[in-house]
């Protein structure tokens, strides 16, 4: 893939994540999406989502496509 066609993906991306998290209400079925492009954008095997409380990070999802 070229570099024009690689980042035409990745706007893409970028443009579906920002469409989701104006779009989806379910807060999982969100987390998802995103960590699910997330991860195509990075061309990531896996991936986290952590959540802040207060000071602390809380594990809220992951992906892992070795699995």
């Not at 997330?38 to 892992?64: D, M, P, T």
Request: charged share 25%; net charge neutral.
């Amino acid at each position: 893939m070229g570099q024009l066609e690689n980042s035409l993906e990745k706007i893409k991306l970028l443009t579906q994540i920002s469409l989701d998290i104006n779009e989806v209400t379910d807060l999982d079925l969100l987390m998802d999406r995103i960590l699910t492009n997330v991860r195509k954008f990075f061309n990531a095997e896996a991936g986290s989502i952590y959540i802040r409380k207060g000071n602390r990070l809380h594990f809220s999802h992951s992906q892992n496509q070795a699995l």
